[in-house]
């Protein structure tokens, strides 16, 4: 029941250094490019000055260097995004046609294994189920939540409950879950919610998690809770946006609020709709934290980006590891490029 | 479209009225049915957190035997659970205070250098003219859409190995021990956040009136001058946007903390100890519940604090992809 501060130490005085690093980085960049530009204008004042004391033609004063500024103001973004993201992705390419200790060729190697091996090919199912099933479940419950509570009392507060998941971790989210479903044997007391439900309506409790492909979707369940919030706040944004006067002109032709639902406010909406289902399907392909810790991909239900740690951090097979990666990748391209497309569409609209 | 009609006949106007009362019968119905569904989802949608953090207020032995529920009829309260979690001795304890720290050690930087660089990045690409700006805002916009999985194994090859080109050394090795790793754990959270970082403040700072950066450049002031006390400035409810954004992805992040922090108690965060705890420990409920707790509650309050900022952000730039 001690503190001790001795343990704590070291890791502020290497937060204060990231400070001070950050300061002198950010600061000197600036200071740099405010001190440099005055120096070349003074140079250039004393040359004039020079130059009519001597009689001698004046100096022609140059161009102010635009490049010079923008290579600056870009040079540390660029500097790290190749260093952190270009570089390695390539790099990251090619391992996935090495081997595990990435020292030979192995062509095609890792792709064949990725649809032969039966338990990656559960692996790649269980991805798809989450794709198909998280991005429509959150949407629906999302948008029937921001219609719901649209121009009700205490909409805020009420929006707020359904949001808050937001900013809870997949982690805790996920103990909080465990906890929904925690199991005791039968005739003890149960402390998980949903067993308690099943025993309180006669049926026996379940070992939830150990159970597939019905735990698959408890965690996507998990998943659909963290997400609804962000689809309620992007739609309800967007039903707000539709014009007053349509919406009064449908009500003075009297639409029944079905109608006008089907109507007038998915029309409206549908960008929104389309970019909110998007964004839900990228995030879901990458889902890691909540697989690692619910089950830890075990029972049957590892995704891509849980089974590529795997391969990669635990069992050092990089090559394996990498073909997965390369996999995500080009499964999330096609989304990346229908969603801009649909903003650029709405842009020009 | 019709509009109100004064005109109509008495009959007429009669049924007008009695659709109108039908209507107004029946809205009132929908909305019950309205307030009832939403409610039953706010219900779903709150239960989970509230049992958990119940739970993490009952005696250990009470947590392992009975439900929360039962706490209503027959409430113990002890704040044990979170004492032990935090500064307990033993190993299995959680000693969660350390963790907790290195969470602060590594979020507070990582949010801070890329709203930095980003804005920066953001200002060159929207106001300053340079041949090739358009190419070098898709190439970044573009990056977006790589997962960061595929910069990980080579990027901790990066850290533990150096760069070597043909024999020469351009990088050696980091080697960094204990809490140094931090170091990596920034770098690598600053490099991924960039893609996106820069598509946002851009939105923002493109925005701003032509006009005002024109007349502060015939008034002779230069780029960092006008970046430093015109644009920073007006773009702060970005950078706020950004930085919760930013905040609440670092804090709850667990990949990229497990690769380049590791699970040790000098560097790993809150999620990377919990995450292992869930595993090792599943059925200490009574410090995984005080523990998700503890993990939950820095962002909750930056985020219910920041509500207003975190939503604009959300609406203006899709969402971090």
Same mark, same amino acid.
């Given at each position: ?10 890791k502020?005085l ?5 400070l001070?690093?950050?300061a002198?980085?950010v600061?000197?960049?600036l ?14 004042e004393?040359?004039l ?31 790290l995004l190749?260093?952190?993201?270009v ?11 090495m ?7 192995v ?16 692996v ?7 794709v198909?099933?998280?991005?429509l ?5 999302g ?9 009700a ?8 409950l359904i ?13 909080i ?15 998980g ?9 006669g049926?026996?409790p ?5 159970e ?6 408890l ?6 809770w963290?997400?609804?919030g962000f ?5 309800s944004?967007?039903i ?20 006008m ?45 849980n ?6 951090f ?8 990498s ?5 995500l990748?080009?499964?999330v ?13 709405q842009?020009?609209? | 479209m019709?509009? !109100?009609?004064? !005109?109509l006949?008495a009959?007429a ?33 709150t ?12 005696p250990?032995?009470e947590?392992k035997?009975?439900?929360?529920w !039962?706490?209503f ?26 963790y ?10 990582s ?8 804005s920066?990045?953001?200002?060159a ?13 898709i190439?970044?916009f ?9 910069a ?21 090795a980091?080697?960094l021990?204990d ?8 770098f ?20 701003l009136?032509k ?9 002779g ?15 702060t ?7 919760i954004?930013?905040f ?16 040790s108690?000098e !560097? ?7 995450a292992e ?18 993990s ?11 509500q207003?900022?975190f ?11």
């Amino acid at each position: 029941m001690e503190f001790d501060f001795a343990d704590v130490q070291p890791k502020l005085l290497m937060l204060l250094y990231g400070l001070i690093a950050f300061a002198v980085v950010v600061g000197g960049l600036l200071l740099l490019l405010d001190a440099v530009p005055s120096y070349f204008a003074r140079r250039h004042e004393a040359q004039l000055i020079a130059a009519a004391a001597n009689g001698a033609p004046l100096p022609r004063r140059r161009k102010p260097r635009e490049g010079m500024f923008a290579f600056f103001f870009l040079l540390p973004a660029v500097l790290l995004l190749m260093i952190g993201l270009v570089v390695p992705a390539i790099r990251t390419t090619l391992l996935s046609f090495m081997d595990g200790g990435s020292r030979n060729w192995v062509g095609l190697d890792n792709y064949a294994w990725m649809f032969s091996d039966s338990s990656i090919i559960r692996v790649l199912i269980n991805t798809l189920v989450w794709v198909l099933l998280v991005p429509l479940v959150a949407t629906a419950f999302g948008l029937l939540y921001a219609v719901m509570v649209d121009k009700a009392r205490f909409e805020s507060v009420a929006k707020s409950l359904i949001f808050m998941p937001m900013a809870i971790s997949f982690v805790g989210a996920a103990i909080i879950w465990k906890f929904v479903y925690a199991y005791r044997g039968e005739g003890q007391d149960q402390i998980g919610l949903l067993n308690q439900i099943v025993v309180s309506l006669g049926g026996e409790p379940k070992q939830w998690l150990l159970e597939s492909p019905l735990n698959t979707l408890l965690l996507i369940v998990i998943m659909v809770w963290i997400q609804a919030g962000f689809a309620m706040v992007v739609l309800s944004a967007a039903i707000k946006a539709i014009p007053a006067d349509i919406v009064e002109a449908a009500r003075l032709d009297g639409v029944t609020p079905w109608q006008m639902f089907w109507q007038i406010t998915m029309p409206s909406i549908r960008p929104a709709l389309i970019v909110v289902v998007v964004t839900l399907s990228i995030a879901t392909l990458k889902v890691f934290d909540i697989v690692r810790t619910a089950t830890n991909g075990n029972y049957d239900t590892s995704v891509i980006a849980n089974e590529m740690y795997n391969q990669a951090f635990r069992y050092g097979q990089n090559g394996q590891g990498s073909a997965l990666a390369v996999f995500l990748f080009v499964l999330v391209i096609p989304l990346v490029i229908y969603q801009i497309r649909n903003l650029r569409q709405q842009r020009e609209g | 479209m019709t509009t !109100t009609t004064p !005109t109509l006949p008495a009959g007429a106007q009669a049924t007008g009225k009695t659709t109108t009362t039908a209507g107004r019968v029946r809205k009132r119905l929908n909305s019950r049915t309205a307030t009832l569904i939403s409610i039953v989802i706010a219900v779903f949608w709150t239960i989970p957190t509230f049992g958990l953090f119940v739970s993490s207020f009952r005696p250990e032995n009470e947590i392992k035997t009975t439900g929360w529920w !039962t706490f209503f009829t027959n409430p113990q309260f002890t704040l044990e659970n979170y004492q032990e979690v935090l500064f307990g001795r033993s190993s299995s304890s959680g000693q969660l205070a350390n963790y907790f720290i290195n969470s602060l050690a590594i979020t507070i930087p990582s949010v801070l250098f890329p709203i930095a660089f980003a804005s920066l990045a953001a200002y060159a690409l929207a106001w300053i003219n340079f041949r090739g700006r358009d190419w070098a805002y898709i190439a970044i916009f573009a990056l977006q859409i790589v997962p960061l999985q595929m910069a990980l194994v080579p990027l901790l090859k990066f850290f533990s190995t150096g760069v070597t080109l043909g024999g020469v050394t351009l990088m050696p090795a980091w080697d960094l021990v204990d809490e140094q790793k931090f170091a990596q754990v920034w770098f690598a959270h600053t490099c991924f956040a960039l893609p996106f970082a820069v598509f946002l403040l851009h939105n923002f700072i493109a925005q701003l009136p032509k006009d005002l950066m024109e007349a502060a450049r015939v008034d002779g002031a230069t780029h960092p001058k006008i970046f430093r006390t015109i644009v920073l400035p007006l773009i702060t409810p970005a950078l706020a946007a950004f930085g919760i954004f930013q905040f609440l992805w670092v804090w709850n992040d667990l990949l990229v903390a497990l690769i380049f922090a590791g699970g040790s108690s000098e !560097t790993a965060p809150l999620t990377v100890r919990l995450a292992e705890m869930a595993g090792s420990r599943g059925n200490e409920w009574q410090r995984l519940t005080s523990g998700a707790f503890v993990s939950i509650v820095v962002p909750l309050i930056v985020f219910l604090s920041l509500q207003r900022y975190f939503v604009r952000g959300l609406l203006a730039g899709s969402v971090k992809g």
